[in-house]
Every structure is written in C-alpha cells, then in structure tokens.
Nanobody, 124 residues
Framework: QVQLVESGGGLVQAGGSLRLSCAAS????????MGWFRQAPGKEREFVARINGSGGSTNYADSVKGRFTISRDNAKNTVYLQMNSLKPEDTAVYYC?????????????????WGQGTQVTVSS
C-alpha cells in the first residue's frame, strides 16, 4: 500500500512557475513508476508526465513538453513536477500516481495509487 500526498499548488500569474511535490509512504518507493495527471473543470483527467523508478526515463504530454520537468528523489520518497512558463490553460487539479511498468507490445504504465490532488490556478 502506498499513500501519496501532493503539495505546492497555488495561484500564479501566466508566465510564472510552480513546483509540485508528491510525498509517498512506504519503503519501496524506488520500485514504483510515478506519474502526474491533471483535471480541469468539466474536462477528463489527462496525462501530464511520468518517470520510471530510477528516474532515468521520462515522458511528457505534448502540451507541457519543454515547460514542465518531472524528477524524483528516491532517498526522500518524493516526486516533483517543476512547471515553468505557466499558461491559463494549465489551470487544473494536479494528481500524482504510483504504479508499475509492464510490457505488452510496448512499455505501458499502470497506476494503482493516487493522491488527493493539489489545485493549480494560472491567472491571465
């Protein structure tokens, strides 16, 4: 069982930056792939970024590529999302998730644990 707690959300002007953190419980944090997702009002939850257990592999949604950076510190059981050049369309509740990677024709991520979310609001 893994418990995830996000923090770092808030209100920022367009062009600004925020860093989200997700602290995980448990002693096997490095064995989990981690992801960030977001959900805006009236929209479905969407993928933002993901990172494998060692931190050596990352992937991003096209909408955030070049602006957001996912990283992790396995010694601190924490994953981060550095968000730069924020836009009003980045406004959403951001969730972190923990899961595993499996191979089925290609490498895929399956998320089993989710945090409660942190609100990010970008004003224009």
């Amino acid at each position: 069982q893994v418990q995830l707690v996000e923090s770092g959300g808030g209100l920022v002007q367009a062009g600004g930056s925020l860093r989200l953190s997700c602290a995980a419980s448990g002693r096997t944090f490095s064995s989990y792939a981690m992801g960030w997702f977001r959900q805006a009002p009236g929209k479905e939850r969407e993928f933002v970024a993901r990172i494998n257990g060692s931190g050596g592999s990352t992937n991003y949604a096209d909408s955030v590529k070049g602006r957001f950076t996912i990283s992790r510190d396995n010694a601190k059981n924490t994953v981060y999302l550095q968000m730069n050049s924020l836009k009003p369309e980045d406004t959403a509740v951001y969730y972190c998730a923990a899961g595993t990677i499996y191979y089925s024709g290609s490498y895929r991520y399956k998320y089993d644990y989710w945090g409660q979310g942190t609100q990010v609001t970008v004003s224009s």
